[in-house]
Each structure stands twice: as structure tokens, then as C-alpha cells.
């Protein structure tokens, strides 16, 4: 069956370092992939979505890969701030999913960026 | 432009009763998703309505559970006869087409007692 695996331990970092967050899927042919950040008590928000054709993209400190064949997406947040703390979601949208506008989404990885 | 907004935001119903949730998606979107956070537990899909249609209900209950998106007037997600498993935050998204990214509302934090 279809899986999203993200590392379930909160991750936590000193200001100022790059945090890394991993998004592993299974049985998945995603056309691309979204990642989202969610604070306590708020709807997600989108922050950037890759194709699948797509190696990388970045936006200001932020960084996404996406390798098809290990089926695995990174996100990286450069230069961590306080603020950047949250819980990030991946979510995949594709054909096996029944195609076009359902997303799948992990269950998250909770991040903290300490002084 | 106001974002996606969703009403009430904290409801509590006691059990046997109706909750009805409801959602006004971004100006200019009309494509409305619905998707259900259990505590602890991720994002789950309920639902993708477009004006007047349902496209996929692949992820709603079969029973007790409904959902619209009428010509005028907000999307109505609607569960009948609530039980203590529907207590969740449930979360209204919508898109421009079905190709890009979703903007989530607030959320409706029901709560069954």
C-alpha cells in the first residue's frame, strides 16, 4: 500500500544551522510533491512544491530535492531561526493516488530551532 | 484578498447530534478540499468538491457523513449522528485549478462530548 514516511522524532537545532527534514514514500509515482508547515492550532501552509522533472528548487533559505529513483524528498532550511519552528508536512499528489487533486500527507516532523 | 475561511471555529456537539461545518474558499478558487487531522495522527483527504460537483469522495465515510458545494454560498461538510471518533480538526483547503498548490483555512476543531 501507498506510504509516507518522515522522521517521526522531533528535530532539534541551534540558530543559525541548517535543518534537514527527510520525506520517504512508497508504492507512490508522484507527479510532484508539496511541503507544508503547520504551527499548533493552524491550517497548513504551503511552502514550495517540486515535479517530478524537477531536481531542486529553492525559495529565499529554503532548499527542496527530489530524487524519484530513491523516491525521497529533502528540505532544508538554511540559516535557522526561532521562528522556522514548526511541524513540516510533505504531501504527494499522482496516479496511483487516483490522480489530480487529493494530497497524501506524513505525518510530520516537528521541528525547533533553539537559541 | 482574504484567505480561506472556515466557520465555526471550535464546535462541540454532544453525541446523536448534527455538525455542520462550513467553508469559504479564496476568492477566485474553485476547487475545495476537505481532509480530517485525528490527534496525533496526519492530514487524511475527505473529500475534493468543485461548484455544484462532487469529484472524489474516496476518503469521507459512507455513512452519516456529506458534503456540497453549492452555486452561492460556502462549502457545507455535514456528519450526522456524532460519535466520540469524529471529535478532530477538520481542515478546508482550496485551489485555483487542480495542478498547484492548496491554502488551507483555520481549521474547525470539533469536539463530540
Known amino acids: 500500500s501507498q506510504k509516507i514516511e518522515q522522521n517521526s522524532e522531533a528535530l532539534n537545532i541551534q540558530e543559525g544551522k541548517t535543518a534537514t527534514l527527510t520525506c520517504n514514500y512508497t508504492n507512490y509515482s508522484p507527479a510532484y510533491l508539496q511541503w507544508y508547515r503547520q504551527d499548533p492550532g493552524r491550517g497548513p501552509v504551503f511552502l514550495l512544491l517540486i515535479r517530478e522533472n524537477e531536481k531542486e528548487k529553492r525559495k529565499e533559505r529554503l532548499k527542496v530535492t527530489f530524487d524519484t529513483t530513491l523516491k525521497q524528498s529533502l528540505f532544508h532550511i538554511t540559516a535557522s531561526q526561532p521562528a522556522d519552528s514548526a511541524t513540516y508536512l510533505c504531501?504527494?499528489?499522482?496516479?496511483?493516488?487516483?490522480?489530480?487533486?487529493?494530497?497524501?500527507f506524513g505525518t510530520g516532523t516537528q521541528l525547533k530551532v533553539e537559541l | 484578498n482574504a484567505g480561506v475561511m472556515q466557520n465555526p471555529r471550535h464546535l462541540v456537539r454532544r453525541r446523536g447530534q448534527e455538525a455542520r461545518l462550513r467553508c469559504s474558499p479564496m476568492k477566485g478558487h474553485s476547487h475545495v478540499y476537505w481532509y480530517r487531522q485525528l490527534p496525533e495522527e496526519g492530514l487524511k483527504f475527505m473529500v475534493y468538491?468543485?461548484?455544484?460537483?462532487?469529484?472524489?469522495e474516496s476518503g469521507m465515510p459512507k455513512e452519516r457523513f456529506s458534503a456540497e458545494f453549492p452555486k452561492e454560498g460556502p462549502s457545507i461538510l455535514r456528519i450526522q449522528q456524532v460519535v466520540r471518533g469524529d471529535s478532530a480538526a477538520y481542515f478546508c483547503?482550496?485551489?485555483?485549478?487542480?495542478?498547484?498548490?492548496?491554502?488551507f483555512g483555520p481549521g474547525t476543531r470539533l469536539t463530540v462530548t
Open positions: 504531501a504527494l499528489d499522482g496516479a496511483v493516488t487516483g490522480g489530480g487533486n487529493k494530497l497524501t
Open positions: 483547503a482550496s485551489s485555483p485549478t487542480d495542478l498547484y498548490e492548496q491554502y
Open positions: 468538491l468543485q461548484k455544484e460537483n462532487i469529484i472524489d
